[in-house]
């Protein structure tokens, strides 16, 4: 055993901790039992990096398919391209109103600690939609993510690259042939300039993007192919929203709405999140309720982990990887 194993068996004993470390070692039953790991992503993981751990996890064959909000598709694109700009603000706690609007003033766009310069929104802006805007002309839509890795493999791009390309988890699931679902995708600000493209007339028609009902039923159909295999599949959850709660939703749907009685449960489940279940918020909500709404069965290893996932979740990255 390496370092951060050994150190997680002998320390992560009670509490989060524990459920931590059990949740890391059932992730390893499912794939030793031929299982395969559906991660789902939301909040800002891409800005806090990551990659650096997930992009491992991907190309180590440990996560199957993605599912996770629009920023965090394109922020670790965002990382990839233009992190040496970025500006870091560790007293972001401190800072008044005329500092934020200094920051907006300078081209700099704040998450928590972390300022994305608009420069690299701009920069990706002139790339992609001449994707976008070829896709509506041939009318040949794609999902979001296909747009981006058709732009990742544009020749010579790598020379734009500021991060090692082995620290890009989008970069990975191209690499593996990953697809990465994008509930509410124009919930980004790459959505949002899409429809500024549309509007301008750059782009002919909303009809490029392949958007949430054709995402579900590509899931779906990826579901029933696992199922006929025999091939059980695990939700590992970073935060809650629609990233969790859109892609859940379809063993549900295919066992009620589908009628397709013998869809199997999700074999795993783990979630690591800060909200309170009292507020009756779904990112807050115990896994057994999941029982209730036909996601999970009673005999399904279930975890909810309350903790910050930018510490948790490369603790259970290192663990699963054998770090």
Known sequence: ????????????????????????????????????????????????????????????????????????????????FNHNEYKMCPNYRDLSPEAEKELYDAGFNRVTDTCIPEGVLRQVQRDISKLWKKAADENKPQFPFEFIYDLLDQPGIEKHFQVPAEHSWVLAAKEMGLTIYTPGWEDCTLGNIFCSEVMRGNVKSHAAIRHGTEQLQHLANWYIKMAEEKTPIGFFQIGGGIAGDFPICVVPMLIQDMEMEDTPFWAYFCQISDSTTSYGSYSGAVPNEKITWGKLDIDTPRYMINSDAAIVAPLIFSYVLGD
Not at 4 to 22: G, P, S, V
Request: glycine fraction near 8%; hydrophobic fraction near 50%; charge should be negative.
């Open 1 to 80: 055993m390496s370092t951060i194993t050994q150190f997680m068996d002998l320390h992560f004993r009670h509490f989060n901790a524990r459920e931590t470390l059990d949740a890391a070692r059932d992730w390893n039953a499912l794939l030793a039992g031929g299982g395969k790991m559906f991660l789902t992503m939301a909040g800002a993981m891409s800005t806090a990096e990551i990659g650096i751990s997930l992009a491992r996890m991907i190309r180590q064959g440990k996560v199957h398919a993605v599912c996770c909000t629009a920023a965090n598709l394109e922020e670790d694109l965002f990382n990839l």
